[in-house]
């Protein structure tokens, strides 16, 4: 017997069990994943991972080979993609070059024969939503890359589709049309509370706008999850090094206590502690991720600095700066540290921000290239 879920209860869209071959190659490899309603949702990951076909095969343009896609608990699975409540920009978002601004708004809804008061209200709302209003009685060659861009938003919206999927919206701008037009597209996703779907390739554009990201390489998921959840809690070694920057240490566990483990890495000298258990027999295998932002960093004239109270020896290695790059809000450092009893070493990138400084130039310095440190980082 199957249960009907109240409509509010049920995600709006419903992945099970996808998969989508093209010939022998698996593009897509056993997918579920739920969307809620009113998200704005990113697929992210690598070129080749498979997130554009799962967002075709979200549209209808592409049949899955396996597994049912459900939209409001409705099997879409066959449903063709013209009856689909689905809109999709693409990313050259074409526009019709000898109709005004308006008229491409209009287009989809004249052809679903919309009346012309409604037609003209529903156009004048999208144009206004998007901050074209001023702009109706334009061709599209007369605008900017970012106002054709927002044509081709207006013209899916325009027709109010219950998701909207953007396949790499901004990758066509430059970057600093891109930077503000993130900010805008969150805030229209936001004012319309559509579900919008996204793909793309660009990390910083997926946590800047996405409530929830799915990460995916090699057809498969990798984690799903808010975008600080995906920085702070990576689900495993590939989701830890593609979002942002890690410095990877490969060690063993040498103490596994429920509140608490240590590991012993070749690379590094002093043990590495954690204040909190890591699942594992001891001498596990276990790759140990330090954000650079989360390394402190101090020239060895002021001392070695404290380490964890349970293990004072352990979460400090003294190293040499070897580069360093002025990046005007904060400065990276590459700091080469020596290795353990067998030998290793490696270069740690450190991350530090540049606070306040004297107001004359001269005085202004960073920590020097050649200079001895000590790294040291919270358990
Ligand atoms: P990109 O960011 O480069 O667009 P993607 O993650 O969106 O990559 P997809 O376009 O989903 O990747 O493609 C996933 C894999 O499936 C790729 O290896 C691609 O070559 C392959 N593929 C996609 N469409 C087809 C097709 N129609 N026929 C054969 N192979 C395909």
């Given amino acids: 017997m199957t249960m009907t879920m109240p409509q509010t209860l049920q995600p709006l869209i419903q992945f099970e069990a996808v998969s989508k071959r093209f010939g022998s190659f698996i593009a897509v490899d056993d997918v579920s994943l739920d969307i809620e309603r009113g998200e704005f949702f990113s697929l992210l990951g690598p070129s080749g991972c498979g997130k554009t076909t799962l967002l075709r095969m979200l549209a209808g343009l592409e049949t899955p080979s396996e597994g049912r896609i459900l939209?409001?608990?409705?099997?879409?699975?066959?449903?063709?993609?013209?009856?689909?409540?689905?809109?999709?920009?693409?990313?050259?978002?074409?526009?019709?070059?000898?109709?005004?601004?308006?008229q491409n708004v209009a287009y989809g809804l004249k052809i679903d024969r919309v009346p012309r008061d409604e037609r003209e209200a529903r156009v004048e709302e999208a144009l206004k939503l998007v901050k074209l209003d001023e702009f109706g009685h334009r061709k599209p060659d007369q605008l900017s890359g970012g106002q054709r861009q927002r044509v081709a938003l207006a013209r899916a919206l325009v027709k109010r589709p219950k998701v909207l999927l953007l396949d790499e919206p901004l990758s066509a701008l430059d970057a600093k049309l891109r930077d503000a037009m993130r900010a805008e597209l969150a805030q229209i996703q936001h004012d319309v509370g559509v579900t919008f779907v996204m793909v793309t390739h660009d990390q910083d554009e997926a946590l800047a706008m996405a409530s929830r990201c799915a990460l995916m390489n090699r057809g498969r998921l990798q984690q799903v999850a808010a975008p600080a959840d995906l920085y702070e809690y990576p689900a495993n070694r590939f989701v830890a090094d593609f979002i942002g920057t890690i410095n990877m240490v490969e060690g063993r566990l040498s103490i596994d206590e429920p509140d608490h483990a240590a590991v012993t890495a070749r690379q590094v000298p002093a043990p590495i502690y954690l204040d909190h258990g890591v699942t594992g027999a001891p001498d596990t295998p276990v790759w140990v991720g330090i954000r650079p932002e989360k390394i402190?960093?101090?020239?060895?004239?002021?001392?070695?600095?404290?380490?964890?109270?349970?293990?004072p020896q352990a979460n400090v290695v003294a190293g040499t700066i070897?580069?360093?790059?002025?990046?005007?809000?904060?400065?990276?450092?590459?700091?080469?540290?020596?290795?353990?009893?067998?030998?290793?070493?490696?270069?740690?990138?450190?991350?530090?921000?540049?606070?306040?400084?004297?107001?004359s130039p001269s005085l202004a310095t960073g920590l020097p290239v050649g200079e001895q440190v000590f790294l040291s980082w919270a358990p």
Avoid at 73 to 97: C, E, I, L
Avoid at 343 to 359: D, E, I
Wanted: hydrophobic share 40%; aromatic share 6%.
């Fill in 296 to 311: 402190t960093m101090t020239p060895i004239a002021q001392g070695r600095p404290e380490g964890p109270a349970a293990l």
């Fill in 322 to 359: 070897v580069r360093s790059a002025y990046l005007g809000s904060q400065t990276l450092y590459d700091v080469e540290t020596g290795g353990g009893p067998n030998g290793g070493g490696m270069v740690f990138k450190v991350a530090r921000a540049n606070g306040v400084r004297s107001l």
């Fill in 71 to 102: 939209i409001d608990g409705v099997d879409m699975t066959h449903v063709p993609p013209n009856r689909r409540p689905v809109n999709m920009v693409f990313q050259s978002y074409a526009v019709f070059p000898h109709l005004t601004v308006a």
